[in-house]
């Protein structure tokens, strides 16, 4: 069997797996799907997983090849309700592991190098659910879902997610979740992430699990983490170890004119108690930190890490944290080309369903076009750009190869035909766009 017909083979046996697991993952393990009826429980994850941004009867029609008896829109909506949203975190879940190996053209040093950020989704607009509801006074109120992800930047997949509704989402938190889970792990894991998670408590947490991290903080003349540590206004790679306390007394105010490692804990930090014997001594948490700052383009970045100096140089640094920039291509991919913009459902748990169906759904297509290879041109001038594989097609390709209409041997070689150049050196500014409202009778039609 080949390598795209395993990889199918191992989603399907993820998804009858949970399927078999009744009691956990259906709203009523003794009722949901015990009758002979169009489709299967299977059917469900499959079909969902398959959506792209057309109606929910265009989108069932294709994957029950146009028969007669093709579910109404109607029933399937009813059909979906029996499935926890549980079952296609687990479907996720279950896909990431089958999938992860320690091969060693996706370590870099012997790390695994992961990213983290979090992204907004905007949902079918429900004034009924306050948790994610933001009304506006121009009439134009949305919903908001944010999604936390972690991110394989050389295996280029998402390795865990955390979402909340907007209002009850705490970025910080996540990532402390989601780090936890690699606490002790054989392979070492460099976690870098953005300006968003300048926490001490983010670093002590990714200290403590074992593993290093490349975090971009605030520069030196800001109200950051690294303010008042008497660092110099140039470029400099400097180690320290900062001492953490919660106690503001005379003393330790006196002690910090002396020592600038010495550091006032306000927030959260979970490896000092918020509540101690006042009359005791001071404790203190030890943070060993190097802080590297260097020039990007017209302006000045500043990286907080634990990688040793005599492993890593200051360019290595900077290269691993502009690696950074993979996860925030990958929210363009999943929103625009995999199709998480478009949603088939006004319901919570319905909309869970589609979250985690589009990031498996992208990890599968990630890993078969892993896997094709840039042909050399046949004529002897070569190519005036580098090439990529067309993502947008590879994913075409892998829906229709799940859907069994294109053969394992074919795969491969078709999504090689579609490549594009790349363009390096291009530089636009970010611009925010107003939300708009989704039409939520359109995606029903």
């Known amino acids: 069997m080949s390598y795209v017909g395993k990889l199918r083979k191992k989603l399907f046996d993820v998804i009858d797996a949970i399927c078999a697991q009744r009691e956990k993952y259906f ?31 265009h989108e069932l029609l294709p994957y029950f090849e146009y028969k007669k008896d093709t579910p109404t829109p109607s029933a399937f909506v009813q059909a979906r309700a029996k499935i926890k949203p549980e079952g296609f975190e687990a479907v996720f879940n279950g896909f990431v592991s089958e999938t992860t190996d320690n091969n060693a053209k996706y370590l ?11 992204s907004d989704s905007h949902v079918p607009d429900n004034p009924d659910d306050p948790d994610s509801y933001f009304p506006n006074s121009n009439d134009r109120s949305y919903n908001l879902f944010h999604i936390d992800a972690m991110y394989d930047l050389l295996r280029r997949t998402y390795t865990d997610v955390v979402i909340k509704k907007k209002r009850t989402a705490n970025e910080r938190a996540a990532f402390i979740d989601m780090v936890e889970k690699h606490r002790n792990n054989e392979t070492p894991i460099i976690f870098t992430a953005d300006r968003g998670y300048e926490s001490y408590n983010d670093m002590a947490h990714i200290t403590e699990c074992g593993h290093k ?10 109200q950051g983490i690294i303010s008042d540590l008497g660092l110099p206004d140039t470029f400099f790679d400097k180690c320290m170890t900062l001492k953490l306390t919660r106690r503001a007394t005379n003393k330790i105010k006196e002690m910090k004119r002396n020592d600038v490692c010495i550091r006032h804990i306000m927030g ?13 001594p001071a404790q203190f948490y030890e ?11 017209n302006t000045t970045e500043v990286i907080m890490t634990n990688l040793p100096q005599e492993e890593f140089s200051a360019a290595e640094i900077k290269k691993i944290y502009g690696m950074r920039w993979g996860i925030e291509t ?5 929103k625009h080309t995999i199709g998480l913009n478009y949603y088939h459902a006004k319901k919570s748990d319905s909309i869970l369903q589609e979250i985690y169906s589009r990031m498996v759904m992208y990890n599968f297509s990630q890993l078969v076009t892993n896997s094709a290879k840039i042909k050399r041109p046949k004529s002897k001038r070569g190519r005036k750009f580098a090439y990529k594989i067309n993502f947008s097609q590879s994913v075409q390709i892998c829906r229709e190869f799940l859907r069994n209409k294109i053969k394992c041997r074919d795969v491969i070689e078709l999504i090689e035909k579609y490549i594009l150049p790349i363009r390096s050196g291009k530089d636009h500014p970010r611009t925010n766009s107003p939300r708009r409202e989704i039409y939520f009778n359109f995606r029903l039609a």
């Open 27 to 57: 709203a009523s393990s003794r009722k949901d799907f015990t009758r002979k009826g169009k489709f299967m429980p299977q059917d469900i994850f499959k079909s969902i997983l398959l959506m792209e941004n057309k109606s929910l009867s």
């Open 108 to 118: 870099h040093k012997g790390y695994r190098i992961f990213a983290v950020d979090g």
């Open 213 to 222: 991290f490349v975090i971009r903080v605030k520069d030196i003349d800001s």
């Open 268 to 280: 959260e930090f979970d490896y000092l108690p918020k509540n101690y014997d006042r009359q005791a």
């Open 287 to 297: 943070l060993p930190v190097r802080i590297v700052r260097f020039k990007v383009k």
């Open 330 to 334: 990958s929210f363009r991919d999943l």
